[in-house]
């Protein structure tokens, strides 16, 4: 903690944030740059001895490859981070806990005030996580009985409200950290208020403005 400021500085936070999106934007075109079921479609069609135009059904479980869902968007960049995460947060909250039973102990002065404070940021984060598998996990089940079980069907509806929730997820986060954390609030507050009701920063909750004269 006494090292944050020196280590986690504003260029190196932007430079960690664009890695993220790189290759966040790269894994998730892996299929437009051939690992996709094209090659299989016109295989089949070929097969099939038809020879008219070739059409292409716009639908998930078609022109995505379900190798490329499981083993590499699944097994390698959904599940690893997952459990990672997972063990991250059981750490923090296990520590917060030690943390608040030794102040408790030693007869700290209002201990709860301090980590009580982190414990929440700590939930807040962990509702996070919890919110990222509920809305991915479904979507991956579904691809994975899709691969290792192709005799077995699976209703288009259920794969919809997957997609669906795995889409929605990304909206999810900002509505729990504007819910749960006091701060984000605020600052969603000012953004909405500046941008969208074009109002001044200095009206948004949380500002203040000095007196002439002052």
Same mark, same amino acid.
């Given at each position: 903690?006494?090292?944050?400021?020196?280590?986690?500085?504003?260029?190196?936070?932007?430079? =960690?944030?664009?890695?993220?999106?790189?290759?966040?934007?790269?894994?998730?075109?892996? &299929?437009?740059?051939?690992?996709?079921? %094209?090659?299989?479609?016109?295989?089949?069609?070929?097969?099939?001895?038809?020879?008219?135009?070739?059409?292409?059904?716009?639908?998930?479980?078609?022109?995505?490859?379900?190798?490329?869902?499981?083993?590499?968007? #699944?097994?390698?960049?959904?599940?690893? &981070?997952?459990?990672?995460? %997972? %063990?991250?947060?059981?750490?923090?909250?296990?520590?917060?806990?030690?943390?608040?039973?030794? !102040?408790?102990?030693?007869?700290?002065?209002? &201990?709860?005030?301090?980590?009580?404070?982190?414990? !929440?940021? =700590?939930?807040?984060?962990?509702?996070?996580? #919890?919110?990222?598998?509920?809305?991915?996990? &479904?979507?991956?089940?579904?691809?994975?009985?899709?691969? #290792?079980?192709?005799?077995?069907?699976?209703?288009?509806?259920?794969?919809?409200?997957?997609?669906?929730?795995?889409?929605?997820?990304? =909206?999810?986060?900002?509505?729990?950290?504007? #819910?749960?954390?006091?701060?984000?609030?605020?600052?969603?507050?000012?953004?909405?208020?500046?941008?969208?009701?074009?109002?001044?920063? !200095?009206?948004?909750?949380?500002?203040?403005?000095?007196?002439?004269?002052?």
């Amino acid at each position: 903690p006494p090292r944050y400021k020196s280590v986690v500085t504003p260029r190196r936070a932007a430079v =960690a944030i664009a890695c993220c999106w790189l290759v966040s934007f790269l894994v998730g075109l892996t &299929p437009m740059f051939g690992w996709n079921n %094209l090659s299989k479609m016109r295989r089949t069609q070929e097969l099939n001895g038809s020879r008219g135009e070739f059409v292409i059904t716009c639908q998930f479980e078609t022109v995505i490859s379900m190798e490329y869902m499981v083993y590499f968007n #699944f097994f390698v960049w959904v599940l690893p &981070p997952l459990l990672l995460m %997972l %063990l991250i947060y059981l750490e923090v909250f296990n520590l917060i806990r030690k943390q608040l039973n030794k !102040k408790v102990s030693s007869s700290s002065n209002d &201990p709860q005030k301090y980590y009580g404070k982190e414990l !929440k940021i =700590a939930k807040s984060l962990a509702l996070v996580l #919890f919110l990222f598998a509920l809305s991915w996990l &479904p979507l991956h089940v579904l691809n994975c009985i899709t691969l #290792f079980c192709p005799s077995c069907q699976t209703p288009h509806i259920l794969t919809y409200i997957a997609i669906f929730l795995t889409h929605g997820n990304s =909206a999810m986060n900002p509505i729990v950290y504007a #819910f749960r954390i006091k701060k984000f609030r605020t600052a969603f507050l000012q953004i909405w208020n500046q941008y969208f009701c074009c109002k001044s920063s !200095k009206n948004a909750p949380g500002s203040t403005s000095a007196e002439p004269g002052n």
